[in-house]
Nanobody, 124 residues
Framework: QVQLVESGGGLVQAGGSLRLSCAAS????????MGWFRQAPGKEREFVAA????????FYADSVKGRFTISRDSAKNSVYLQMNSLKPEDTAVYYC?????????????????WGQGTQVTVSS
C-alpha cells in the first residue's frame, strides 16, 4: 500500500510558478514509478509527467514539456512538480500517483494509488 498527500496548489497569475509536493508513505514507495496527472472541469484526467524509481528518467506530456519538471527525493519519500510559465489552460486539480509498472513501461501511464488532489488555478 502507498498513501499519497499532495500540497502546494493555489491561485497564480499567468506566467507565474508553483511547486507541488506529494508526500508518500508505505514501504513500497521507493519501488514505484511516480506520476502527476490533472483533471480540468468537464474534462477527463490526463497524464502530466512521470519519473522512474531512481529519478533518472522522466517523461512529460507535450503540453507541459519545457515548462514543468518532475523530481523525487526518496530520502524524504516525496515527489515534486515544478511548474513554470503557467497558462490559464493549466488550471486543474493535480493528482499525484504511484504509477503501475505495466502502464509505465507501455507508456500509457496510469496509477495504482492516488492522492486526493490539489487545485491549481491560473488567472489570465
Amino acid at each position: 500500500q502507498v498513501q499519497l498527500v499532495e500540497s502546494g496548489g493555489g491561485l497564480v497569475q499567468a506566467g507565474g510558478s508553483l511547486r507541488l509536493s506529494c508526500a508518500a508513505s508505505g514501504r513500497t514507495f521507493s519501488n514505484y514509478p511516480m506520476g502527476w496527472f490533472r483533471q480540468a472541469p468537464g474534462k477527463e484526467r490526463e497524464f502530466v509527467a512521470a519519473i522512474n524509481w531512481s529519478g533518472g528518467s522522466t517523461f512529460y506530456a507535450d503540453s507541459v514539456k519545457g515548462r514543468f519538471t518532475i523530481s523525487r527525493d526518496s530520502a524524504k519519500n516525496s515527489v515534486y512538480l515544478q511548474m513554470n510559465s503557467l497558462k490559464p489552460e493549466d488550471t486543474a486539480v493535480y493528482y499525484c500517483a504511484a504509477v503501475s509498472f505495466r502502464s509505465y513501461y507501455s507508456g500509457t501511464y496510469d496509477g495504482d494509488y492516488w492522492g486526493q488532489g490539489t487545485q491549481v488555478t491560473v488567472s489570465s
